[in-house]
């Protein structure tokens, strides 16, 4: 079956600009959460969403980040005023709703490289 | 807060040799503890878990690691090596809801003929 897939692969931006970038869940999975990579380190975390809601937003940042999934599926992770040191890979993971068996494992998208001159 | 230290950031091994990564974590509580591995350009895929059951855990493409409490340690191993076996390897270890996974530092494991 799919897996979570996410675009832009790459994106690359100019310092002070708008992003967004998309991430399409595993179908059925109410789980969804964000993920920041930079060169040579291992992910961190961002934003957790269970449904609709944020449930944990605390690795976000700053107030530049923000996410949103306004249906519980599909979800946008918007960065305002880009800076040089936003540039990493974003990734996206889903998983299904806890309690369920299974639940415990997180499924990662490809990620979407952004790079910020 | 929960932590994971892997003690390399590159392994080289050659195909057919064992393979050894070493993890150690830091928790206030029972931890639950995976393996990822990222092959280039590829998102992350689970090798395997520890979720408190059995401590010795099998995972895909025959790698175990195995929790040990008293060490606070999670390695990762493999008796002989594959070519295919070339990437970076993630330790990772959740909060209690499975929610937030805190990623180590990563160790790149190259493989050699």
């Known amino acids: 079956g799919a897996g979570v897939s996410q675009t832009p692969s790459n994106k690359v931006t100019e310092k002070g600009k708008y992003v967004e970038l998309r991430c399409d869940p595993i179908?059925?999975?109410?789980?969804l959460y964000w993920y920041r990579q930079s060169l040579g380190q291992g992910p961190e975390f961002l934003i957790y969403?269970?449904?609709?809601?944020?449930?944990?937003d605390s690795g976000l940042p700053n107030d530049r980040f923000f996410a949103v999934r306004p249906e519980g599926s599909v979800s946008t992770l918007k960065i305002q005023r880009t800076e040089r040191g936003d540039s990493a890979v974003y990734l996206c993971a889903s998983s299904l709703k806890p309690g369920t068996s299974g639940y415990n494992e997180q499924f990662f998208g490809p990620g979407t490289r952004l790079t910020v001159l | 807060a929960q932590s994971v230290t892997q003690l390399d950031s590159h392994v080289s091994v050659s195909e057919g040799t064992p393979v050894l990564l070493r993890c150690n974590y830091s928790s206030s509580y029972s931890p639950s503890l995976f393996w990822y591995v990222q092959h280039p350009n590829k998102g992350l895929q689970l090798l395997l878990k520890?979720?408190?059951?059995?401590?010795l855990v099998k995972g895909i493409n025959g790698f175990e690691a195995e929790f040990k409490k008293s060490e606070t340690s999670f390695h990762l191993t493999k008796p002989s090596a594959h070519m295919s076996d070339a990437a970076e390897y993630f330790c990772v270890v959740s909060d209690t809801g499975f929610q937030k996974l805190v990623f180590g530092t990563g160790t790149r494991l190259l493989v050699s003929p």
């Open positions: 969403f269970q449904g609709t809601g944020a449930a944990d």
């Open positions: 520890y979720t408190s059951a059995a401590t």
């Open positions: 179908s059925g999975h109410t789980a």
